[in-house]
C-alpha cells in the first residue's frame, strides 16, 4: 500500500482535524498527515509510474524481411566477438542451405566485419531507396564501413550514432531472412539499448575470454540483456587454451574456465570454448573465415563444435518460444546429416555512394 507523508512545520500553531500526529520540534510543532491509499488507488498509481518511465522509448518493429534476429555481444573489445558472430553466420549457412543468413555490423566507431568477410565498395541503393547488402560466403552484410572510408575515424556525438543505427535498422532491404546476425559494440550503452530496444531479438550470445578483467564486462552484458527483456542464449568462452605447434604443451594464457564459472552464477549455458589458434586469427585478417576456407582444419572443428552447440540450443529455444517443437534432425550435429554450405561469389565493388 502507498503512503502520503506530509512533513508540515509550523511555528506555534496547531493543525487539527486532518489526522495528524503533532511531534514538538524546537520553538515549533511538526504535523505528520498520513494518507493510506486503498487498492484501487495503489493499482492506479502503478499504472501511471509505468506509463511515465515509458515515454520516450521506441516500440519495438520487426525488421521488414527478417525472421529472427540473433545478437552476439560481449562487455570488453578484444575478445572474439566480431569472429565469432562471422563464424555464427557461416555455422547457420552450413547447416541448413535453404536458409538464408544475413550479418549486420553495428560497430560504428570499429566496425569489423567488411575485412572479415573481405568485403569492400558502397551499397546499391534500391529503387525504393534502400541500402542493399553486400554478399559473400552466401552471407548478406551491411555495415558502416561499407559507408566511409577504411582509415576515417567517425568522430561522431551520441545524437549522429544512433541516426546512423536507425538507418542500419530500417534503411537495409534484407529480402528474405531466416537469420540476422548482429555484430554489437562492445559495452552497455547508447547502440546496446537502441538495438534491443527498437526490434524484436530472438535471443543473445555472450563471447569472453576467461580472463577476470573480460569477465567482469561479460557479466555487466549479461545483465544488461535480461534488464531490456532479451533471453541470453549461452556464453562462448574464446582463447580459452594456447597449444604450441611444436611441442603439443597447452598454455591457459587467459586463465582457465574462466567463462564457465561465470556461467554457472549466471545459470547459463556455455555453448563451448575456442582455443587461441594462430590460423583462425590469420583466416580472419585475411577475409576468409576459417570455418569457409580450411573446413578440415582441427581449428575449424573447434569452431564447428562450439557453433552446432548454438544452433541447436537456438533452434530449441526459437522453437520452443513460437510453440513449435523442434526434431533432432534438423539441428547441426545432433543425430542429422549437415548440410553443405552454398556459398555465393563475391560481388564486386558497387559504385552508389550513399551519404548519411
Given amino acids: 500500500m502507498g503512503v502520503w507523508r506530509r512533513l508540515l512545520v509550523f511555528g506555534g500553531v496547531s493543525l487539527r482535524g486532518c489526522g495528524g500526529v503533532r511531534v514538538p520540534l524546537g520553538g515549533s510543532r511538526l504535523v505528520i498527515c498520513r494518507r493510506q491509499f486503498s487498492g484501487a488507488e495503489s493499482e492506479t498509481l502503478k499504472q501511471r509510474r509505468s506509463q511515465i518511465m515509458s515515454r520516450g522509448l521506441p516500440k519495438q518493429k520487426p525488421i521488414e524481411g527478417v525472421k529472427q534476429v540473433i545478437v552476439v555481444a560481449s562487455g570488453k573489445g578484444g575478445v572474439g566477438k566480431s569472429t565469432t558472430a562471422v563464424n555464427l553466420a557461416l555455422a547457420l549457412a552450413a547447416n541448413d542451405s535453404s536458409k538464408a543468413v544475413g550479418l549486420l555490423d553495428v560497430d560504428v566507431y570499429g566496425p569489423s566485419i567488411p575485412k572479415m568477410m573481405n568485403l569492400k565498395g558502397n551499397p546499391e541503393l534500391s529503387q525504393s531507396n534502400l541500402m542493399r547488402p553486400l554478399l559473400n560466403y552466401g552471407i548478406a552484410c551491411m555495415s558502416m564501413g561499407f559507408l566511409v572510408e577504411e582509415t576515417a575515424p567517425l568522430v561522431w556525438r551520441g545524437l549522429m550514432v544512433m541516426s546512423a543505427i536507425e538507418k542500419l535498422l ?72 594456447f597449444q604450441c605447434p611444436k611441442c603439443k604443451h597447452k598454455t591457459h594464457i587467459f586463465g582457465a574456465d574462466g567463462a564457465r564459472r561465470l556461467a554457472r552464477t549466471l545459470d547459463l549455458d556455455i555453448l563451448g570454448d575456442i582455443p587461441l589458434h594462430l590460423n583462425i586469427r590469420e583466416a580472419s585478417d585475411t577475409g576468409q573465415p576459417i570455418v569457409f576456407s580450411q ?7 573447434d569452431l564447428f563444435c562450439v557453433f552446432r552447440e548454438h544452433v541447436w540450443r537456438m533452434h530449441v529455444y526459437i522453437h520452443h518460444v513460437l510453440g513449435s517443437p523442434a526434431s533432432e534432425e534438423e539441428g547441426l550435429g545432433h543425430g542429422g546429416q549437415q548440410a553443405g554450405p552454398s556459398f555465393l561469389s563475391f560481388l564486386e565493388p ?7
Fill in 295 to 301: 573446413p578440415e582444419s582441427d581449428e575449424s572443428w
Fill in 350 to 356: 558497387l559504385e552508389s555512394v550513399l551519404h548519411i
Fill in 170 to 241: 530500417r534503411q537495409v532491404d534484407w529480402g528474405q531472412l531466416d537469420y540476422l546476425v548482429v555484430d554489437m559494440p562492445p559495452g552497455t550503452g547508447d547502440v546496446q539499448l537502441s538495438v534491443s530496444q527498437n526490434i524484436p531479438i530472438s535471443g543473445a550470445v555472450i563471447v569472453s575470454t576467461p580472463q577476470d578483467i573480460a569477465l567482469m564486462d561479460a557479466h555487466k552484458g549479461a545483465e544488461m540483456f535480461r534488464k531490456v527483456h532479451v533471453p541470453v542464449l549461452g556464453l562462448v568462452q574464446n582463447m580459452s587454451v
